[in-house]
């Protein structure tokens, strides 16, 4: 039983997913997109970084790595996926998940710790928490804003597929709390499964008690 932690040219997060999820004694290993998935494979992480150097959109080059195919079968069957920042855009990109992300309002780069508020407590990466836990992560990212069209944006709400807002430190969603303008504060949201997620912020950054932050243990904690 294995994570499969996949690195594309421009990956830069993918050895921190590993160290994470090492720590909650969970077997992962860097697999090259231009390689084949380990049949023993019970998990994929998409990495954060700059795959392709974020040419054309963030991630869309990616999406069309040979083994992204292997990914969205694995998807398909219910086995646990999840993209972060850069993996997020992949994600996205890859049809994993709807929406889109793209250059932040503040047409910056962000790096930052930001809170985000747990909407949906009841999908494998939000298990160990409860509905409306503020949680602090960080973000890094230049292309971290959440794009969907209204009609889709409603039924990602009806369907209960927003995983995370950015909120303040009281859970209160506001203008001043979204660091990168995405439509309703979205930091992360769900494929049509609920093993399937995305989401902005680095859960793998705050996993190890030595980096000073835990609340992203919990996101990892689907691979356990």
Known sequence: MTVSVIRFGG????????????????????????DDLPADTTGVVLPGGFSYGDYLRAGAMAAHSPIMDEVRDLADDGVPVLGVCNGAQIGCESKLTPGAFTTNASARFQ?????????????????????????????????????????????????????????????????????????G?????????????????????????????????GVLDAFA
């Open 185 to 217: 504060a979205v930091a992360g949201v769900l494929g049509e499964r609920e093993s399937v997620a995305v989401l902005m912020p680095h859960p793998e950054r705050a996993t190890l008690p030595e980096l000073g932050l835990t609340d992203g243990q």
């Open 111 to 183: 790096c930052e710790h930001v809170n985000v508020r747990v909407e949906n407590a009841d999908t494998p990466f939000t298990a160990a928490y409860d509905q409306g836990d503020v949680l602090t992560l960080p973000i890094a990212h230049g292309e971290g804003r959440f794009e969907i069209d209204e009609e889709r944006y409603d039924d990602l709400v009806s369907e209960n597929r927003v995983l995370f807002r950015y909120c303040d430190e009281n859970g209160d969603v506001t203008d001043a709390a979204n660091p990168n303008g995405s439509t």
């Open 11 to 34: 990956s830069n997060c993918d050895r921190d997913a590993v160290r994470a999820l090492a720590a909650l004694d969970v077997d992962a290993e860097i697999v090259w997109h231009e």
